[in-house]
């Protein structure tokens, strides 16, 4: 009994930094572009993703969105794309300055090759992260990634921005 008294007591630590109250276990979501390589093709990718990083008790789960075409982020887009939606259990480690987060899962992409051909299907989508922060709840990183399916098998970095809802307020004037 005492021991889950602390486990949840643990869940509810804060940081204090230049008398600001940050969570130690929080949730956040990171977003980015970058570029990618099809394990079946030469030609190169580009990613654009969202996805929401979050926890149950002790365990951290992601859940995202990746659209990959051969356009990019910012041109006219073409027929090939890949969209997939993952969801991944995984470990994080966060210090005040770095956010370094790993996860694996599974993954349900759909979308068109080779201009004409239909697919969707199932896979195993694996990322790592790794995130300088600007303030404790603001960053910038990278993410690799890797996705494995029997249509369209992809991998590739992102560069992404790290928001987190770590931020409680300012600290009170009795406690400091």
């Not at 970058?34 to 394990?39: E, H, K, L, M, P």
């Not at 951290?60 to 993952?86: A, E, V």
């Not at 080779?114 to 990278?142: C, H, P």
Request: hydrophobic share 40%; charged share 25%; aromatic share 18%.
């Amino acid at each position: 009994m005492a021991q889950e008294k602390q486990r949840a007591d643990e869940l509810k630590k804060e940081r204090t930094i230049r008398g600001n109250r940050f969570k130690v276990f929080n949730n956040y979501v990171n977003f980015g572009s970058g570029i990618g390589r099809a394990i079946e093709d030469s030609r190169l990718w580009y990613p654009t993703a969202v996805e929401y990083n979050f926890h149950i008790k002790r365990a951290y789960f992601m859940f995202g969105y990746q659209r990959t075409d051969l356009s990019g982020f910012l041109n006219k887009p073409k027929r090939n794309r890949m969209n997939d939606l993952h969801f991944c259990v995984g470990f994080r480690r966060e210090s005040k300055v770095i956010n370094i987060a790993y996860y694996g899962g599974v993954s349900r992409a759909w979308g068109v090759k080779n201009d004409t051909l239909a697919f969707g299907t199932y896979g195993i989508y694996a990322e790592a992260q790794f995130v300088r922060k600007l303030f404790f709840d603001v960053g910038a990183g990278i993410s690799v990634f890797g996705h494995y399916n029997n249509s369209f098998p992809l991998f590739g970095i992102r560069l992404d921005i790290f928001l987190s809802g770590a931020y409680q307020g300012k600290m009170n004037a009795d406690s400091e």
